[in-house]
């Protein structure tokens, strides 16, 4: 079992930024990659970023590239999202995932269903 706990999320104006975090525990040891998702109401889930522990890879969603940078912490067992330039299309509920079965290539990352392990979401809300 992996918990996440997801922090960080809040209100702030367009072009502010934000930083999550994401606290990872138990067979923590076992995670290929952890990503983040978000979810705004009446949306579907999509994919923002994710990063592979073995080689600190990133994937990022087009519309946060260069704005949005994933990061992971192993001796803290934290993965963060840096969020800069934020827009009020960026307002959602942020989700936190692992992924413990296999290394992932390709469109994987992209896909909610690769990862097995999932956190509560923390709130990012920008103001116009």
């Known amino acids: 079992q992996v918990q996440l706990v997801e922090s960080g999320g809040g209100l702030v104006q367009a072009g502010g930024s934000l930083r999550l975090s994401c606290a990872a525990s138990g067979r923590t040891f076992s995670r290929y990659t952890m990503g983040w998702f978000r979810q705004a109401p009446g949306k579907e889930r999509e994919f923002v970023a994710a990063?592979?522990?073995?080689?600190?890879?990133?994937v990022y969603a087009d519309t946060v590239k260069r704005r949005f940078t994933i990061s992971g912490d192993n001796a803290r067992n934290t993965v963060y999202l840096q969020m800069n330039s934020l827009k009020p299309e960026d307002t959602a509920g942020y989700y936190c995932?692992?992924?413990?079965?296999?290394?992932?290539?390709?469109?994987?990352?992209?896909?909610?269903?690769?990862?097995?392990?999932w956190g509560q979401g923390t709130q990012v809300t920008v103001s116009a």
């Open positions: 990063i592979n522990w073995s080689d600190g890879k990133t």
């Open positions: 995932a692992a992924n413990t079965r296999a290394p992932m290539a390709g469109t994987y990352y992209y896909r909610g269903g690769m990862y097995d392990y």
